[in-house]
């Protein structure tokens, strides 16, 4: 045993003598041995490289880690403590996808822009659209067009798409058409074609150039030949509304369509918006189902009500009921309160108060402060026959919160709760 451990001592020694030592290529005693502190002559550089490394493999569970997230995310925040750029970077996406560890996209911000403030210029380019889109935190037009410079000069193309639109929009730097103009221009040179809606976006408002229609419309077929998806959708709102094109409800619903399918998410809405519009020619329910269910799958809660809507008119609450239990596996508070409702009313399921309460309870403890969830609640228990327990819950509400029912009142016109039975 210990000529092994003299043995691995030598073996330390020499490779953390080299900062950029291929740690990929150790066995994982050594790299767990480096990475753990290792001899007096590893570095703290050398270490965090290790760590990292550690951490990658529990993350695919290959040379001979088992997989773990756990332990993962572990290796990744002593890396990242550590100062590497690289597991600081990783770090991040597991705070931003909750992958080993709770979801904190004030984490993710955090710990993407210490990774770019290490020239790890793709973090810089994540920094900045949290920062910009209010991710994590307030939005900081100012700290997003910093972190877009340094992804931009970085050669991330993505970057110099975000940078221009600060220039387009005078988001955090003063508007400057040149700018815009210029690093649009490279973002397209290395084939970053969503850069097309941008051009599109800025002659067909005017945005730090003069409008253009003929260069709005220009762009964006241009956009569209390339399937870049925002292209699609915007030329469907053009042909909706005639801003400058000619009005054709039937090309805009090809364009929503091409654009939809591309997976945008306004053209999906979009869709829906006619397909659940009665007074439409488009009306079609059953296609207003498909396209709210995707909104729905890609997290997007606002259509969670339109998807109940749609469902209870055609009378298909088991496909409803999959879909809610789908997403309240995923903490999704609006999705256990209507799988409440579902239980207790006995739609499409057999009626179990006990299994409405628990759906409800879940709810309120994922949003301790949102008080319909404990509405909900009273009026579930009612359901119930459980009265007095449901007017403690009420009384509860009142108390925590008593602008509730005052909104209520003025929302409704009539008093909230009124003739309770007793």
Not at 174 to 197: C, F, G, M, N
Not at 282 to 305: H, M, N, T
Not at 334 to 339: D, H, M, P, V
Request: proline share 2%.
């Amino acid at each position: 045993m210990c000529i092994k451990r003299l043995i691995l001592s030598i073996l330390v020694a020499f490779f953390c003598s080299h900062l950029y030592a291929q740690y990929s290529t150790y066995d994982f005693s050594l790299l767990k041995f480096v990475a753990e502190g290792g001899s007096s002559s590893t570095s703290q550089s050398d270490m965090a490289t290790a760590q990292n490394e550690l951490a990658i493999r529990y993350y695919k569970g290959s040379g001979g880690a088992p997989q773990s997230y756990e332990k993962a995310v572990y290796w990744y925040s002593k890396s990242a403590n550590n100062g590497d750029r690289y597991a600081q970077n990783n770090l991040a996406y597991a705070y931003l996808n909750g992958t080993g560890i709770a979801a904190d996209p004030s984490q993710a911000r955090y710990w993407f822009e210490k990774s770019g403030n290490q020239h790890f210029h793709s973090a810089s380019l994540m920094a900045g659209k949290m920062y910009y889109n209010g991710e994590g935190g307030a939005v900081d037009y100012y700290r997003a067009a910093k972190l877009f410079k340094d992804a931009a000069f970085g050669e991330i193309a993505e970057g110099m798409y975000y940078y221009a639109l600060c220039f387009a929009e005078g988001h955090g730097v003063q508007i400057d058409s040149t700018k815009a103009l210029l690093w649009v221009d490279r973002a397209i040179e290395k084939d970053y074609y969503s850069a097309y809606w941008l051009l599109g976006y800025m002659y067909s408002n005017g945005k730090a150039v003069k409008k253009d229609d003929w260069s709005a419309r220009y762009y964006y077929n241009k956009g569209d030949e390339l399937n870049v998806s925002g292209c699609q959708n915007d030329l469907g709102v053009a042909y909706a509304t005639g801003s400058f094109v000619e009005k054709d409800m039937n090309r805009a619903m090809e364009y929503y369509l091409k654009a939809a399918h591309n997976g945008n998410t306004t053209a999906m809405s979009n869709l829906v918006r006619n397909y659940n519009n009665k007074d439409s020619q488009f009306y079609d329910p059953s296609q207003a189902i498909i396209w709210c269910r995707q909104l729905v799958e890609k997290g997007d809660e606002r259509f969670i009500s339109v998807l109940t809507s749609l469902y209870e008119d055609m009378g298909d609450y088991k496909d409803a009921i999959k879909l809610y239990e789908s997403q309240a596996t995923k903490g999704n508070t609006i999705a256990l309160n209507q799988l409440a409702y579902y239980y207790a009313q006995g739609k499409g399921v057999n009626v179990d108060y006990n299994k409405a309460l628990s759906y409800i309870e879940k709810a309120i403890s994922l949003a301790p402060d949102d008080m319909d969830y404990q509405d909900s609640k009273g009026e579930i228990l009612v359901m119930k026959g459980d009265i007095n327990k449901a007017k403690k819950v009420w009384k509860l509400i009142n108390t925590q919160q008593p602008q509730y029912y005052e909104n209520w009142i003025k929302k409704y016109g009539k008093e909230p709760r009124p003739s309770t039975p007793s």
